[in-house]
């Protein structure tokens, strides 16, 4: 678990780095609050981006489910985010999905990927 959080964290911090350079304004501001540590401002900038189909902000959204910031901790959406991000065409996120996959049972994973196919099919709305 510590070598997942070790990545992750080296991973947020270069999507911090490179953020809002190729961002449009509402991801800027999803940025800026969460650079300012507003997490819920952020994850619902980041959520109306993710139902647009923005890769980046679905794979942001893995990152806050990962770590908790402005939810409560949970592996099984960080999975889910990361495969909808991965299918839509971010290309980091598919190897953190699997990366967390190896950490979690095969139970956690099936569920990881319902949810993922029914947020699909509600083309990202309220997932």
Not at 46 to 51: G, I, R, V
Not at 79 to 96: E, P, V
């Amino acid at each position: 678990m510590r070598n997942i959080l070790s990545a992750l964290v080296l991973g947020l911090s270069l999507l911090i780095a490179s953020g809002g350079h190729s961002y449009a304004a509402a991801s800027e501001k999803a940025w800026a609050a969460y650079n300012n540590g507003d997490f819920v401002t952020a994850l619902r900038e980041f959520s109306e981006l993710a139902e647009q189909g923005d890769a980046k902000a679905q794979y942001n959204l893995g990152l806050m489910y990962a770590f908790g910031q402005g939810v409560i901790q949970d592996n099984v959406y960080a999975h889910m985010w990361w495969n909808i991000a991965a299918l839509s065409g971010d290309a980091d996120a598919a190897s953190y999905r699997d990366f967390l996959a190896k950490e979690m049972t095969s139970a956690d994973i099936s569920k990881a990927q319902e949810l993922s196919r029914a947020c699909v099919k509600k083309k990202y709305k309220e997932c």
